[in-house]
């Protein structure tokens, strides 16, 4: 059921190749010293200016992409969780309504705060918080990253979180973040766990996460929903840590992290015998391979956010904004 993005994936890696050459490309100092332009060096990832222009560039072709239902328009612009939900979302808007977005009311950003760790090496990437003119008074918090300095800006992460939930980030006297590696031992957990220990305690449970809506609630829902007349509900998560897919990890005032990281879930319904599976929508039958007689698979990818404490105590799960990607039906 999973998808690798297979032409999107192969421009990355193509832009990846070009930008490994150029590293090594040498230039002259006024003394006529030659100068190395190296990966291990700790950098800012953008200046504010480099930022603001990637949020504009993003936003505007978002919007286009959002008008024609086509994905194809901001194809440059999204990668990871937040771009397999993108293209997946535009795909079926497509499908049912194949003009395009009759609906559209162009997202408009506003008070946005930028937040950009020095980091060595690649990729680079940085924080962005705005108001909008949706979703009420929650803040859009986007995670744009690039793999090379020829690359472009491209948004990795969305979740929307009320204004209290944003946390203040350490900074050094010029103002600039710090990354936090995502080996990293000084956490509760590594942020590269966090994928994996949030699907085993979907399934498990477990005393990592703090009780909340996207942990003991959303465990509690499913539970409620597994078992309904004449239908049943499974449910398998994996994690998702690679590429573009790999968490980024931000250090907060207090010590600990604001970690962005992603997750897949499978979603089973099969009907008993001389029963149906609900008949899904356009939407979903446009993601949707395979006939449906007994069974309907449907794959999500899920784009998460939480709060990771210095030492010990629990990781709290503060957003999560979950994306259908494909089905298929049996």
């Known amino acids: 059921m999973s998808r690798d993005r297979g032409p999107r994936r192969l421009r990355r890696l193509d832009r990846s190749a070009l930008i490994a050459a150029s590293l090594t490309a040498l230039s002259l100092t006024a003394s006529g010293c030659v100068v190395v332009h190296g990966e291990k060096e700790v950098l800012p990832s953008a200046t504010k200016a480099e930022a603001a222009k990637a949020l504009q560039q993003f936003t505007a072709a978002y919007n286009k992409a959002d008008k024609a239902y086509d994905s194809s328009l901001d194809a ?87 204004p209290d939930d944003v946390p203040q980030f350490k900074t050094d006297k010029d103002g600039w973040a710090e990354a936090v590696p995502a080996n990293s031992s000084e956490l509760a957990v590594a942020p590269e766990d966090l994928s994996k220990d949030y699907v085993t305690y979907l399934k498990d449970g477990g005393d990592t996460f703090a009780g909340g809506r996207h942990t003991s609630a959303w465990r509690t829902e499913r539970s409620q929903k597994a078992e309904r007349p004449g239908l049943v509900r499974q449910y398998i998560d994996e994690p998702l840590t690679s590429g573009d ?86």
Not at 114 to 126: E, L, V
Not at 132 to 137: D, I, L, P, T
Not at 289 to 317: C, H, R, W, Y
């Open 76 to 162: 440059d612009h999204v990668t990871g969780a937040f771009g397999a939900i993108d293209e997946a979302r535009l795909k079926a808007g497509k499908a049912v309504s194949p003009d395009g977005n009759a609906a559209h009311a162009p997202l408009e950003l506003s008070d946005t705060k930028f937040t950009i760790p020095k980091k060595a090496g690649w990729p680079r990437w940085f924080v962005a918080d705005a108001a909008a003119n949706k979703g009420g008074s929650a803040r859009w918090v986007f995670v744009f990253s690039r793999d090379g300095l020829a690359d472009p800006w491209e948004a990795a992460y969305l979740t929307l979180l009320a």
């Open 245 to 330: 897919y790999q968490p980024l990890a931000l250090r907060t005032k207090d010590g600990g992290a604001l970690v962005f990281f992603t997750t897949r879930h499978y979603e089973k319904e099969t009907a008993h015998t001389g029963a149906a599976v609900p008949t899904p929508g356009k939407g979903v039958l446009a993601l949707t391979n395979g006939e449906i007689k007994q069974s309907l698979t449907m794959e999500f990818v899920s784009t998460d956010v939480a709060l990771d404490p210095k030492g010990s105590g629990k990781v709290k799960v503060i957003g999560r904004i979950q994306g259908m990607t494909s089905a298929k039906g049996e």
